[in-house]
């Protein structure tokens, strides 16, 4: 009776990193930017994860951002007074 495996001599390939992840380059450009409010769209990505990971992404770098999910659409604001809007 033949095996349903079978076990291949191989190396492990290295890991690759793809530099800066795609929420990382979000914020870099909407801290460039003067806009005050945005809706962001991430190709193939549903509005909960882009706004999970816009949400660490802003956590892990420090920044004085919000997110804000209505339905669909994702939005990022900075925070400009006490409520994050001017």
């Not at 095996?3 to 992840?21: D, F, M, S």
Request: hydrophobic share 40%; aromatic share 6%.
């Amino acid at each position: 009776m033949a095996k349903e495996y079978r076990l291949i001599p191989a190396e492990v390939p290295h890991k690759q990193k793809g530099g800066k992840n795609v929420y990382a380059s979000i914020l870099d450009e909407f801290s460039a930017s003067d806009e005050a409010s945005v809706r962001v769209d991430v190709a193939g990505r549903k509005a909960t994860s882009v706004a999970i990971g816009l949400r660490n992404a802003i956590k892990a770098a420090g920044l004085h951002f919000t997110v804000h999910r209505r339905g669909a659409e994702v939005f990022l604001t900075t925070n400009l007074g006490p409520s994050g809007y001017e």
